[in-house]
């Protein structure tokens, strides 16, 4: 299995609701990241886990708070979101400083 | 601060056609650079990883070069086929910059049957 999973693909919610995106790989890689990508823009690194250890961008608010239940799932929760979060969020993964693995994101629109 | 810069933003050409994207970093200090591609509304899939110690690297049609004293990096497309229609991205990582990757901009390709 060489691929990141990303669910859902698509969501649509509103700003008193609280979600999570999921993120699944196998490839035994030991670090995990997310991405936030606006329109026509490159990705933006928000969490990384590498060894179990969380390092944070510390531009992301805190209406966004990841969990790592375990080294091949990476979750992000969402609470309270603002229109401006809508966005493509993307995961990806790779052994660290190795060639990162991303999956095919989940396009969130928050109404 | 490493800042990457990608020329062209866009570009169109014939199918068949050879094409060269461009990539330049400000800060030589790189632990290697890495070629996306990136079709609209999707992930990035990555084409080629270059290390800082490499020149080149090949994979099909695709063939990647680094001159990190310079600071560019060049990922040439030989036949191209409108299949390759999608955008291009480059992004670097530094040798302090633990698992940030810097990004360019992305050259936006479109292959004309």
């Known amino acids: 299995d060489t691929e990141v999973t990303q669910t859902p693909k698509h969501l649509v919610m509103g700003m008193t609701n609280k979600k999570s995106l999921k993120c699944e790989q196998h490839?035994?890689?030991?670090?995990m990241y997310w991405y936030k990508q606006k329109a026509k823009k490159p990705p933006e690194l928000m969490f990384v886990?590498?060894?179990?250890?969380?390092?944070i961008n510390e531009s992301v608010p805190s209406r966004f708070s990841p969990e790592c239940p375990n080294s091949s799932l990476l979750n992000l929760h969402l609470h309270a979101l603002q229109p401006e979060d809508s966005a493509l969020y993307l995961c990806?993964?790779?052994?660290?400083?190795?060639?990162?693995?991303f999956g095919s994101g989940t396009r969130l629109t928050v109404v | 601060k490493q800042e990457v810069t990608q020329i062209p933003a866009a570009l169109s050409v014939p199918e068949g056609e050879n094409l060269v994207l461009n990539c330049s970093f400000t800060?030589?200090?790189?632990?290697?650079l890495q070629w996306f591609r990136q079709d609209p509304g999707k992930g990035l899939t990555s084409l080629l990883l270059?290390?800082?110690?490499?020149r080149e690297q090949t994979s099909g049609r695709l063939n990647a070069s680094l001159d990190k004293s310079s600071g560019r990096s060049t990922l040439y497309i030989a036949a191209s086929q409108p299949g390759d229609s999608a955008t291009y991205l480059c992004?670097?990582?530094?040798?302090?910059?633990?698992?940030?990757?810097?990004f360019g901009e992305g050259t936006q390709l479109t292959v004309n049957p």
């Open positions: 270059i290390q800082s110690s490499q």
């Open positions: 990806a993964s790779s052994q660290p400083r190795d060639r990162r693995t």
């Open positions: 992004a670097v990582r530094g040798e302090t910059s633990g698992s940030r990757l810097t």
């Open positions: 886990y590498s060894y179990e250890k969380l390092s």
């Open positions: 490839m035994g890689h030991r670090a």
């Open positions: 800060d030589s200090a790189i632990y290697n």
